[in-house]
C-alpha cells in the first residue's frame, strides 16, 4: 500500500496565482459608476485581495472572505473595517476559483466589479489568456462531514458529505419564462468554462422598475442582463442555455462560496437560494466546527473516506 505522503505533489495539490495581470474596464451593474480593474499575481496564502486606488491608500485593502460580505441585497459586497466597500464580486471570484486561481490581488478605481456582459466568460477568458503559475503552498480545503442547512422564507441552501466539489441549484419563478429549473455540475475548469461561465445574470421587468426606482440596478441593460417579462425575453438575441437562469445561479453560488477562503469539498444544494443565504451559510460552516474539518486538498483527497466515516478520527 502506498502512503501518501510519499507520492509526489502534483500540480493539483498546490496553490495557484496568475502568471500575468490582466485588465478590464465599464460600469459595475448596481452603482452604475464605471471602474477599471486590474487583476493581478499575489503570494501564496494571501487569497483574493481587492484594493480600492482611489480612496486613501491606507484605507484600500478589502479583503474577500466570507466575513467580510456586509452586504448581499442584489449582490455581494465586501468591506474592510473604514466603511470601504466592493460590489458584485461573485462573478470574478467564481471565475478565479473555478479556474484554479486561489491568490490575487484585484486593483480597481471604483466601488463595483465592471458587470461586463452579466456573465464570468471575459474573466474566465483573460485567466486563460495571462495563464497560471503553481506557488510552493498547499491548497486548503475544507472537507464537510455532517449535514449543514440555513432555511429562510421556503428558500435554503445545504451542504452535505461528498468526495467532490458538487453544485446543484433548484429556482422557480412561477409564471414567468423561467418557471421550474435546476442544474448541477461537478466543480471543474473545463466544465465551468463551457457550461457555467457565459450564463448572463437576469432580472424580472417588474423587479428592475421597482430597483430603479429606488435608485438601484443603475447600470443593467440588456447588454448586461437578461430581461424577463412575464413569458418574454426582452433579449433579442436569445438565450445562451435553455437553463441559462439556473446556471446563472449556480455560478452565482461558485462565487459566493469561494470567499471560504478554501475548495469545499462536500455538495451545496441551493433551493431558491441566494446571495444572502450562501453567506448566512458560509458562516454557520465557520462557526460550527463540528460540520467540517478544515486540511489540505491534498489530505482531504487521500482521507475523504475516513473522514466521511470516521470524523471524529480527523
Ligand atoms: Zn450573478
Same mark, same amino acid.
Not at 218 to 233: C, M, P
Not at 236 to 254: M, N, V, W, Y
Not at 300 to 306: G, I, L, P, S, V
Given at each position: 500500500?502506498?502512503?501518501? /505522503?510519499?507520492?509526489?505533489?502534483?500540480?493539483?495539490?498546490?496553490?495557484?496565482?496568475?502568471?500575468?495581470?490582466?485588465?478590464?474596464? *465599464?460600469? #459595475?451593474? &448596481?452603482? *452604475?459608476?464605471?471602474?477599471?480593474?486590474?487583476?493581478?499575481?499575489?503570494?501564496?496564502?494571501?487569497?483574493?485581495?481587492?484594493?480600492?486606488?482611489?480612496?486613501?491608500?491606507?484605507?484600500? +485593502?478589502?479583503?474577500? /472572505?466570507?466575513?467580510?460580505?456586509?452586504?448581499? %441585497?442584489?449582490?455581494?459586497?465586501?468591506?474592510?473595517? @473604514? #466603511? $470601504?466597500?466592493?460590489?458584485?464580486?461573485?462573478?470574478? +471570484?467564481?471565475?478565479?476559483?473555478?479556474?484554479?486561481?486561489?491568490?490575487?490581488?484585484? $486593483?480597481?478605481?471604483?466601488?463595483?466589479?465592471?458587470?461586463?456582459?452579466?456573465?464570468? =466568460?471575459?474573466?474566465?477568458?483573460?485567466?486563460?489568456?495571462?495563464?497560471?503559475?503553481?506557488? %510552493?503552498?498547499?491548497? %486548503?480545503?475544507?472537507?464537510i462531514t455532517q449535514p449543514i442547512k440555513i432555511e429562510l422564507n421556503g428558500a435554503s441552501a445545504m451542504l452535505e458529505p461528498h468526495p467532490s466539489p458538487l453544485f446543484e441549484m433548484h429556482i422557480d419563478f412561477p409564471n414567468t419564462l423561467i418557471g421550474q429549473q435546476h442544474y448541477t455540475t461537478q466543480l471543474g475548469e473545463h466544465t465551468f468554462k463551457q457550461e457555467l461561465a457565459p450564463a /448572463?445574470?437576469?432580472?424580472?421587468?417588474?423587479?428592475?422598475?421597482?430597483?430603479?426606482?429606488?435608485?438601484?440596478?443603475?447600470? *443593467?441593460?440588456? =447588454?448586461?442582463? +437578461?430581461? $424577463?417579462?412575464?413569458? =418574454?425575453?426582452?433579449?433579442?438575441?436569445?438565450?445562451? @442555455?435553455?437553463?441559462?437562469?439556473?446556471?446563472?445561479?449556480?455560478?452565482?453560488?461558485? #462565487?459566493?462560496?469561494?470567499?471560504?477562503?478554501?475548495? !469545499? !469539498?462536500? =455538495? @451545496?444544494?441551493?433551493?431558491?437560494?441566494?446571495?444572502?443565504?450562501?453567506?448566512?451559510?458560509?458562516?454557520?460552516?465557520? &462557526?460550527?466546527? &463540528?460540520?467540517?474539518?478544515?486540511?489540505? +486538498?491534498?489530505?482531504?483527497?487521500?482521507?475523504?473516506?475516513?473522514?466521511?466515516?470516521?470524523?471524529?478520527?480527523?
Open positions: 500500500m502506498t502512503n501518501h /505522503r510519499d507520492e509526489a505533489l502534483t500540480k493539483h495539490d498546490l496553490q495557484h496565482t496568475l502568471a500575468d495581470a490582466f485588465s478590464c474596464i *465599464g460600469p #459595475g451593474v &448596481h452603482t *452604475g459608476l464605471s471602474a477599471v480593474m486590474t487583476v493581478m499575481p499575489a503570494d501564496a496564502d494571501s487569497g483574493y485581495v481587492f484594493f480600492r486606488k482611489d480612496v486613501h491608500p491606507e484605507m484600500g +485593502l478589502v479583503p474577500a /472572505r466570507w466575513h467580510t460580505v456586509t452586504d448581499t %441585497q442584489l449582490s455581494t459586497t465586501v468591506s474592510n473595517r @473604514f #466603511g $470601504v466597500r466592493v460590489s458584485t464580486v461573485e462573478h470574478l +471570484l467564481a471565475a478565479l476559483h473555478a479556474s484554479g486561481i486561489d491568490n490575487a490581488r484585484i $486593483v480597481l478605481d471604483g466601488p463595483e466589479v465592471p458587470i461586463m456582459d452579466g456573465s464570468a =466568460k471575459c474573466f474566465v477568458d483573460f485567466i486563460e489568456q495571462v495563464g497560471k503559475k503553481a506557488q %510552493q503552498r498547499l491548497r %486548503q480545503a475544507i472537507v /448572463r445574470t437576469f432580472g424580472l421587468t417588474k423587479h428592475i422598475e421597482a430597483l430603479k426606482a429606488s435608485g438601484l440596478a443603475k447600470g *443593467g441593460s440588456l =447588454k448586461n442582463a +437578461l430581461v $424577463v417579462d412575464g413569458e =418574454k425575453l426582452l433579449n433579442q438575441e436569445g438565450l445562451r @442555455f435553455s437553463d441559462e437562469f439556473a446556471r446563472h445561479k449556480t455560478l452565482d453560488s461558485i #462565487g459566493d462560496l469561494a470567499l471560504a477562503g478554501a475548495t !469545499i !469539498i462536500g =455538495k @451545496f444544494t441551493g433551493y431558491k437560494s441566494g446571495h444572502h443565504l450562501n453567506n448566512l451559510l458560509l458562516r454557520k460552516l465557520m &462557526h460550527q466546527n &463540528h460540520s467540517s474539518v478544515y486540511t489540505t +486538498l491534498r489530505q482531504a483527497q487521500h482521507r475523504w473516506q475516513a473522514i466521511a466515516h470516521y470524523p471524529e478520527a480527523i
